[in-house]
């Protein structure tokens, strides 16, 4: 698809955290949409979609062509119908983020990436993941997906990223004065409670 507008291409992840990174309990997990929760076997046996995806982080590096496998959110879509104006993914660890339901809509849930299920530090179990949106909207270790009918700020839009974040408008920030990127540490390849 092409690189967009102040992206360069890298040829690794550099992996964020704006939170302290959860436990997670794979025995115990459970992922609700709305009102039904699924666990990680139902969702692994409800992949439909296969295929590669550009990534495209806010802070200006881009990995093209990664390997990913998921759940459509059209598909999902089946068992927990999306009904709202925009979709607001929660973290275990408290982390939030909110799309437009048209861009819901042209998303995945990423559970498995490059032929393997996500790595810890890429935000196992799950996470939403949309190939034209900058990847602040793709919420780690994923808890929850409600539905809203009135917009509300996630923990980067709270911060003056864009509400949207559309990777081919150069939507990162806040209304037409520029911004600036707020410091991160990238992650450390580790996991905390024994937790994968």
Same mark, same amino acid.
């Given at each position: ?16 955290? +704006?939170?302290?990174?959860? *436990? ?22 409800? /992949? ?49 983020? /909110? ?58 839009? +709270?911060?003056?990223?864009? *509400? ?33």
């Amino acid at each position: 698809m092409g690189l967009p507008p102040g992206q360069r291409w890298v040829r690794r992840f550099i992996r964020y955290s +704006a939170l302290p990174p959860p *436990e997670v309990d794979i025995e115990r997990y459970r992922l609700r949409v709305a009102d039904v929760e699924l666990s990680y076997g139902e969702l692994l046996g409800m /992949i439909d979609f296969r295929g590669r995806m550009d990534f495209h982080c806010v802070t200006g590096w881009s990995v093209a062509g990664v390997e990913m496998e998921g759940i459509t959110f059209r598909g999902l879509g089946r068992i927990a119908e999306p009904r709202g104006r925009y979709a607001l993914f929660t973290s275990l660890e408290g982390y939030t983020s /909110i799309v437009p339901i048209e861009d819901y809509l042209k998303g995945i849930l990423l559970l498995r990436i490059d032929g393997r299920p996500l790595s810890y530090e890429e935000g196992f179990p799950a996470r939403p993941f949309f190939e034209h949106l900058y990847a602040w909207k793709s919420a780690k270790w994923l808890r929850s997906i409600d539905f809203l009918n009135d917009y509300v700020d996630g923990y980067w839009e +709270a911060r003056g990223y864009h *509400e949207r974040g559309n990777v081919w408008l150069e939507e990162r920030f806040k209304g037409s004065g520029g911004g600036r990127h707020l410091a991160r540490s990238p992650m450390r390849p580790e996991v905390p409670g024994g937790g994968r």
